[in-house]
């Protein structure tokens, strides 16, 4: 991979290929897996977390060296499904047949075949007339002038536990040094064991990531994959090939998706959304019926009803109740924002509690930082804040007060009050209503 990054950690379609191949294995009904890791451990521990065993193979000496890594931490188990950490587009349904298969003939080695048109550096299964598998031919041994389409070892295994652990020890030494899993399944026929080879219906899900070619081609294939499982959930995609949606997204139905639009992380949009064009949503929880439109919407959550952009910023920790209403050019962090409130344009609300049934004006800015600490800013509900008022936190707006125009605001305004001027004086009650036009000293 010409990386400081192991391998198996690179991402693909938003999360690393070890996590791919764990949770395919999990959703064919694996309840226990143990990761076999190297260099890079505690990365991969990271990523997998603690449901997941780790066995350590100190030296990289090839698969059959890795498998053996295990034997003290699955030794009670009477089948093995055995995976690659790099083969990360194989389907749950394509394991549960590999599994229901090995079960269903009481093999003792079960493997994964694919039909290619190229065999490359694939092992060749060669069958005999009555279909059975006779024996697997690596590259180096194969004739180089055959050529055309032949089934290969996709390298995805279950064995009899009992047949295979005692057999680890006996893989003869490639002349790399190292030792390698497909010699079983030539051992195995030579042995009389029951041996069957089930083949998958898409060669692309044995296919395996070694370079950034391989895996800028797995992604393609993923990102496809993807796309038209929420196609046929009922998602529209004015265009699906500029749409880009990770594999942990979730897309309720009757959602449009428009052109240029990335749906990442773990978000979850709900029904009638209409989400872009030119719009990023990452890690965000999005209620029905929403709008989103050429902006960028990060660690947010927006109920039901909301219109965010065009050309606006939701920031992590961002909340936008039930009827929010978000224009352009405009950034929320860390606030929450009540039912119904409106902020239209060009302002910026960070650190901030706002009520319901806000105004909140152009150029309106919550200045939260004091050159040390974030500082909160409260707005109460039914608040009205003129255009470039400035809040300077720690500060409260009342309920039903004002802000006007051009007025920084650096002490708390009461409830049905008035600020003006710059810095801000309070005029209270009714009176502040006729006179909030006026310049204060």
């Given at each position: 991979?010409?990386?400081?990054?192991?391998?198996?950690?690179?991402p693909l379609a938003g999360k690393p290929l070890v996590c791919h191949v764990v949770d395919v294995a999990r959703r064919a009904g694996v309840d226990r897996c143990v990761a076999v890791?190297?260099?890079?451990?505690?990365?991969?521990?990271?990523?997998?977390?603690?449901?997941?065993?780790?066995?350590?193979?100190?030296?990289?000496?090839?698969?059959?060296?890795?498998?053996?890594?295990?034997?003290?931490?699955?030794?009670?188990?009477?089948?093995?499904?055995?995976?690659?950490?790099?083969?990360?587009?194989?389907?749950?349904?394509?394991?549960?047949?590999?599994?229901?298969?090995?079960?269903?003939?009481?093999?003792?080695?079960?493997?994964?075949?694919?039909?290619?048109?190229?065999?490359?550096?694939?092992?060749?299964?060669?069958?005999?007339?009555?279909?059975?598998?006779?024996?697997?031919?690596?590259?180096?041994?194969?004739?180089?002038?055959?050529?055309?389409?032949?089934?290969?070892?996709?390298?995805?295994?279950?064995?009899?536990?009992?047949?295979?652990?005692?057999?680890?020890?006996?893989?003869?030494?490639?002349?790399?040094?190292?030792?390698?899993?497909?010699?079983?399944?030539?051992?195995?026929?030579?042995?009389?064991?029951?041996?069957?080879?089930?083949?998958?219906e898409d060669a692309d899900e044995v296919r395996g990531i070694n370079d950034r070619v391989q895996l800028a081609e797995a992604e393609r294939v993923m990102r496809e994959r993807i796309?038209?499982?929420?196609?046929?959930?009922?998602?529209?995609?004015?265009?699906?090939?500029?749409?880009?949606?990770?594999?942990?997204?979730?897309?309720?139905?009757?959602?449009?998706?428009?052109?240029?639009?990335?749906?990442?992380?773990?978000?979850?949009?709900?029904?009638?959304?209409?989400?872009?064009?030119n719009s990023i949503v990452r890690d965000s929880s999005v209620g029905a019926r929403c709008r989103i439109v050429a902006s960028v919407v990060e660690g947010a959550t927006l109920e039901?009803?909301?219109?965010?952009?065009?050309?606006?910023?939701?920031?992590?920790?961002?909340?936008?109740?039930?009827?929010?209403?978000?224009?352009?050019?405009?950034?929320?962090?860390?606030?929450?924002?009540?039912?119904?409130?409106?902020?239209?344009?060009?302002?910026?609300?960070?650190?901030?509690?706002?009520?319901?049934?806000?105004?909140?004006?152009?150029?309106?800015?919550?200045?939260?930082?004091?050159?040390?600490?974030?500082?909160?800013?409260?707005?109460?509900?039914?608040?009205?804040?003129?255009?470039?008022?400035?809040?300077?936190?720690?500060?409260?707006?009342?309920?039903?007060?004002?802000?006007?125009?051009?007025?920084?605001?650096?002490?708390?305004?009461?409830?049905?009050?008035?600020?003006?001027?710059?810095?801000?004086?309070?005029?209270?009650?009714?009176?502040?209503?006729?006179?909030?036009?006026?310049?204060?000293?």
């Amino acid at each position: 991979m010409r990386s400081r990054r192991p391998k198996v950690l690179h991402p693909l379609a938003g999360k690393p290929l070890v996590c791919h191949v764990v949770d395919v294995a999990r959703r064919a009904g694996v309840d226990r897996c143990v990761a076999v890791v190297g260099p890079g451990e505690q990365a991969v521990r990271t990523a997998l977390g603690d449901g997941v065993g780790y066995a350590r193979q100190g030296e990289p000496l090839g698969t059959g060296h890795a498998l053996a890594q295990a034997e003290p931490l699955a030794s009670d188990a009477e089948h093995l499904l055995v995976l690659h950490g790099d083969v990360p587009l194989l389907t749950p349904e394509t394991l549960s047949r590999l599994m229901h298969s090995h079960l269903e003939h009481d093999a003792d080695l079960t493997f994964l075949t694919a039909c290619v048109d190229e065999v490359g550096g694939y092992g060749e299964v060669r069958r005999d007339d009555e279909n059975r598998v006779v024996e697997v031919v690596e590259a180096v041994d194969r004739d180089r002038s055959s050529a055309g389409r032949a089934e290969i070892n996709g390298g995805i295994y279950c064995f009899r536990a009992a047949w295979v652990w005692p057999r680890l020890g006996a893989i003869p030494k490639a002349q790399n040094g190292e030792y390698y899993l497909t010699d079983l399944v030539g051992m195995a026929v030579r042995e009389g064991a029951r041996v069957v080879a089930v083949q998958a219906e898409d060669a692309d899900e044995v296919r395996g990531i070694n370079d950034r070619v391989q895996l800028a081609e797995a992604e393609r294939v993923m990102r496809e994959r993807i796309r038209r499982r929420h196609l046929l959930a009922g998602v529209t995609m004015v265009d699906p090939a500029s749409t880009y949606i990770e594999a942990d997204v979730t897309i309720g139905q009757d959602t449009v998706i428009h052109p240029n639009t990335t749906l990442g992380g773990g978000t979850v949009v709900g029904t009638e959304c209409e989400i872009g064009p030119n719009s990023i949503v990452r890690d965000s929880s999005v209620g029905a019926r929403c709008r989103i439109v050429a902006s960028v919407v990060e660690g947010a959550t927006l109920e039901e009803e909301v219109e965010v952009g065009p050309y606006s910023h939701l920031r992590p920790g961002s909340y936008l109740c039930r009827g929010v209403h978000v224009g352009n050019l405009a950034e929320v962090k860390n606030a929450r924002l009540g039912p119904n409130t409106k902020m239209g344009h060009f302002s910026y609300i960070g650190d901030a509690e706002v009520g319901a049934d806000v105004n909140i004006g152009a150029g309106t800015i919550t200045c939260n930082f004091d050159g040390v600490r974030k500082q909160r800013t409260v707005i109460e509900d039914g608040a009205f804040i003129g255009s470039d008022t400035m809040l300077v936190a720690p500060v409260r707006v009342g309920r039903g007060a004002r802000t006007g125009a051009g007025s920084v605001v650096n002490r708390d305004v009461p409830a049905g009050s008035t600020a003006l001027g710059a810095p801000a004086r309070v005029r209270r009650g009714q009176a502040a209503r006729r006179g909030e036009r006026e310049v204060s000293s």
